[in-house]
């Protein structure tokens, strides 16, 4: 094998819930790698989990666990998807394994010795108790934590410094020099305006928190997350372990990312490297982001559209060509059921499933299941066909080489619409009825060698699907995208029926709104991120302006008092409240609600519109205790 095909997915921070923006990268690069395989490349395909980080350290001792043990549990949830939605990787990547670390090691080394890395000073606002550092932008006009609303103060510390300001200019260089480096060509100029505006040196190590890759020789220092992540895509092909692996897959011919980190990919990660001077990844693809329903991707809705429980109601291969046909590959997208259903009904069970009963049905109705022979010689009408089918599959393989996943898909539906209509016009059943055998088995050939065509080309994106087709008309996958009759007089099996329309509508409910049968199951460990505490209600008044919001001042036995903001002022006056013990998920990432920085929640009936019914704990519950 000659060329190599490099593409990776970002590495998936693992206190996250796999959702359908986590499915959609990994779908596309999947798509892309399984594509490049069949065209006979030595393709690497990685993906892993981002494992490091305060946040994680958090989570695990809010949850009894070491940070490596919620990694892990966490790692499974990730892998199982993969294998639900037939994601075809070569390799899998954590980053709290030893190849990683070496790697990591290497590239810290190199660059502290020549200069690159200096140790000095970072000043930022702290948050004393949850012993962050944030920026300007982070704590707002106000200087409070955004993670506990408490006020910041100003603080410095011991940091090690990467020079990322030296290489502004080399790569702005290089971005001018690879126009195909940052894509879509809209990103490159937003990338190119920040670069101009000059880099500051990047600050790669905290002192604060333990959870991560120990600075070599400093262990102090843990290094920045980012730039612990971001080596990954080297450490996973052996930099700084296996030198001969390393050799033949870099550089990564692509690193398919979200738009949110498009940053990191394309001004981060490409001084690292040269100022390592390891050649750049040829391409970073930023795609856009996904709603569902208009909405943002909320905890709650996340569940409802569960990428795992989508699979299980529409199968994976309907998903799959969803999320690659909806929107083009860099724009951003919305999902809904609507969307989706009206893609199977019409794409798949309607126009691909129409071709595909057709032909299998008159094949065995005609020739007893033997696809009939090469014709000896063919119409204008068959070279017209042929000659459409050579134009849609060289669009096609242009659009895949440029990731332009929906546009091919789009040449393929061309294709199958010519076919359909091609049996439209010569109308098999009458040639049948009228004898004419030689043209009947012109056109059925013609058919089966079209249809075979489109499963290779629809293969990427539905392996089983198309494997499926390709079994059925008795040829096996093997990419050849070239018409050649090859699937004549081959022995055809039952075409089984691989997409059925989809009749009523499914509704996404976010949580709580649904009937109960409809609530998304959630396993035990997600459970147990819950961090649910009895606390005691010391303060309440009504927030100003608001009918629906009380301010409350509870005690969870952590020696001071959290603020939390709820909608109960409905149901409940601030003197039925004094006093009362109640339960507060504790662990909820603050949000602000009439500019009041909430630090939490209370649980609460919700028994009519806007009507909510607490449950009190008895006064013997002490703030704080544990509620499972
Ligand atoms: O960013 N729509 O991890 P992550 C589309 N660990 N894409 C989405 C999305 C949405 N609604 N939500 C997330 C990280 N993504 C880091 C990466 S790489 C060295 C480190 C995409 O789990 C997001 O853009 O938050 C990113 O590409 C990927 O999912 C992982 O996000």
């Given at each position: 094998?000659?060329?190599?095909?490099?593409?990776?997915?970002?590495?998936?921070?693992?206190?996250?819930?796999?959702?359908?923006?986590?499915?959609?990268?990994?779908?596309?690069?999947?798509?892309?790698?399984?594509?490049?395989?069949?065209?006979?490349?030595?393709?690497?395909?990685?993906?892993?989990?981002?494992?490091?980080?305060?946040?994680?350290?958090?989570?695990?001792?809010?949850?009894?666990?070491?940070?490596?043990?919620l990694a892990s549990r966490v790692v499974k949830r990730f892998q199982e998807l993969w294998q639900v939605m037939d994601i075809s990787h070569d390799d899998f990547i954590r980053t709290t394994e030893d190849r990683h670390k070496a790697g990591v090691h290497k590239l810290f080394c190199q660059l502290k010795d020549q200069g690159d890395i200096y140790l000095g000073e970072y000043e930022g606002w702290y948050c004393t108790p949850c012993e962050s550092?944030?920026?300007?932008?982070?704590?707002?006009?106000?200087?409070?934590?955004?993670?506990?609303?408490?006020?910041?103060?100003?603080?410095?510390?011991?940091?090690?410094?990467?020079?990322?300001?030296?290489?502004?200019?080399?790569?702005?260089?290089?971005?001018?020099?690879?126009?195909?480096?940052?894509?879509?060509?809209?990103?490159?100029?937003?990338?190119?305006?920040?670069?101009?505006?000059?880099?500051?040196?990047?600050?790669?190590?905290?002192?604060?928190?333990?959870?991560?890759?120990?600075?070599?020789?400093?262990?102090?220092?843990?290094?920045?997350?980012?730039?612990?992540a971001l080596s990954n895509y080297m450490t996973a092909i052996g930099y700084g372990t296996d030198e001969e692996k390393f050799q033949r897959y870099?550089?990564?011919?692509?690193?398919?990312?979200?738009?949110d980190i498009?940053?990191?990919?394309?001004?981060?990660?490409?001084?690292?490297?040269?100022?390592?001077?390891?050649?750049?990844?040829?391409?970073?693809?930023?795609?856009?982001w996904w709603t569902v329903e208009g909405k943002k991707m909320s905890k709650s809705l996340m569940n409802a559209v569960d990428p795992a429980t989508l699979v299980?109601?529409?199968?994976?291969?309907?998903?799959?060509?969803?999320?690659?046909?909806?929107?083009?590959?860099?724009?951003?997208?919305?999902?809904?059921?609507?969307?989706?259903?009206?893609?199977?009904?019409?794409?798949?069970?309607n126009d691909l499933g129409n071709l595909l009963n057709r032909i299998s049905g008159m094949i065995f109705r005609y020739f007893d299941g033997t696809i009939p022979p090469a014709p000896a010689s063919s119409t204008q009408r068959e070279a017209q066909l042929i000659s459409a089918t050579a134009e849609r599959i060289s669009g096609y393989r242009s659009d895949m080489e440029h990731m332009a996943f929906n546009r091919a898909l789009m040449k393929v539906w061309e294709l199958i619409s010519s076919y359909n209509k091609y049996i439209v016009e010569t109308e098999p059943w009458t040639l049948h009825k009228a004898g004419k055998t030689e043209e009947l088995q012109t056109v059925l050939a013609t058919v089966a060698e079209g249809m075979r065509i489109i499963a290779n080309a629809t293969w990427p994106f539905m392996p089983g699907s198309s494997e499926r087709i390709l079994q059925a008309l008795g040829c096996e996958l093997e990419g050849n995208l070239e018409f050649d009759y090859s699937a004549s007089s081959r022995t055809m099996q039952q075409m089984p029926v691989l997409f059925s329309r989809v009749e009523d509508i499914p509704v996404i409910a976010e949580e709580g709104e649904g009937e109960e049968e409809s609530t998304p199951r959630i396993d035990f460990d997600t459970f147990l991120q819950v961090s649910i505490k009895a606390g005691r209600i010391v303060?309440?008044?009504?927030?100003?302006?608001?009918?629906?919001?009380?301010?409350?001042?509870?005690?969870?036995?952590?020696?001071?008092?959290?603020?939390?903001?709820?909608?109960?002022?409905?149901?409940?006056?601030?003197?039925?409240?004094?006093?009362?013990?109640?339960?507060?998920?504790?662990?909820?990432?603050?949000?602000k609600l009439m500019g009041i920085?909430?630090?939490?929640?209370?649980?609460?009936?919700?028994?009519?519109?806007?009507?909510f019914e607490v449950p009190f704990l008895s006064e013997q519950v002490k703030p704080g205790t544990d509620i499972r």
């Open positions: 094998m000659s060329q190599t095909y490099y593409v990776t997915t970002p590495i998936y921070y693992v206190n996250d819930v796999p959702h359908i923006g986590h499915a959609y990268t990994t779908v596309a690069c999947d798509v892309a790698a399984r594509y490049h395989r069949l065209a006979g490349k030595d393709v690497m395909f990685l993906t892993g989990t981002d494992e490091h980080g305060m946040k994680i350290e958090r989570a695990a001792t809010a949850n009894g666990q070491t940070p490596i043990e550092f944030w920026t300007e932008t982070q704590v707002g006009e106000s200087c409070l934590c955004p993670d506990c609303g408490r006020p910041v103060e100003k603080l410095k510390e011991q940091s090690y410094f990467f020079r990322m300001s030296k290489y502004a200019q080399p790569l702005l260089e290089h971005i001018r020099q690879h126009p195909e480096f940052i894509q879509p060509e809209s990103r490159r100029n937003e990338i190119v305006r920040f670069v101009e505006s000059g880099l500051r040196d990047l600050s790669i190590s905290r002192t604060t928190f333990d959870w991560g890759i120990k600075v070599p020789d400093d262990s102090d220092h843990v290094l920045y997350v980012w730039f612990d870099w550089p990564a011919s692509v690193h398919v990312v979200g738009k498009l940053r990191f990919h394309t001004v981060y990660w490409p001084t690292f490297l040269m100022a390592a001077g390891i050649e750049l990844p040829r391409q970073v693809f930023a795609h856009g299980e109601q529409f199968g994976v291969d309907a998903i799959r060509y969803f999320l690659m046909r909806e929107v083009p590959f860099g724009l951003d997208g919305d999902f809904s059921m609507q969307a989706l259903v009206g893609r199977i009904n019409s794409d798949l069970a303060g309440c008044q009504k927030v100003p302006k608001s009918s629906k919001l009380l301010k409350l001042e509870v005690d969870l036995g952590e020696g001071r008092l959290r603020t939390i903001v709820s909608g109960i002022a409905q149901s409940y006056s601030p003197e039925d409240l004094l006093d009362k013990n109640v339960s507060v998920i504790a662990n909820l990432k603050p949000a920085e909430s630090e939490g929640m209370i649980l609460a009936a919700k028994t009519a519109k806007n009507r």
